[in-house]
């Protein structure tokens, strides 16, 4: 799928391969979310938690365009390419 309204509890591991993964229905993310070269994870809206130990990794980039995002006490690793355009990450 390319797109998403419903919340997204993920622990484990995403992967996007190319083309633009659309996430609007909040949720919590740990893991790892690799994004290959050309591809991009976006979250549109909703209200996310982002889990310690988070990798947001690869080529690829993680774009914030009117998402609430939450990142607890602990570590989130970004080497992918992030954008906040709107929203808010606190």
Do not use: K
Not at 2 to 15: F, H, K, P, Y
Not at 30 to 53: C, P, R
Not at 63 to 73: C, D, I, K, R
């Amino acid at each position: 799928f390319s797109s998403s309204r419903v919340a997204l509890n993920n622990g484990g591991t995403i992967e996007v391969v190319e083309g633009t993964l659309r996430l609007e229905g909040g949720g919590t993310i740990g893991g790892v979310v690799d994004i290959a070269g050309g591809g991009t994870l976006l979250l549109q809206s909703g209200t996310y938690t982002w889990q310690h130990e988070l990798r947001l990794d690869g080529a690829g980039s993680v774009v914030l365009q009117g998402a609430e995002v939450t990142q607890p006490a602990g570590v989130v690793v970004v080497t992918a390419l992030m954008r906040l355009n709107s929203g808010t990450l606190s």
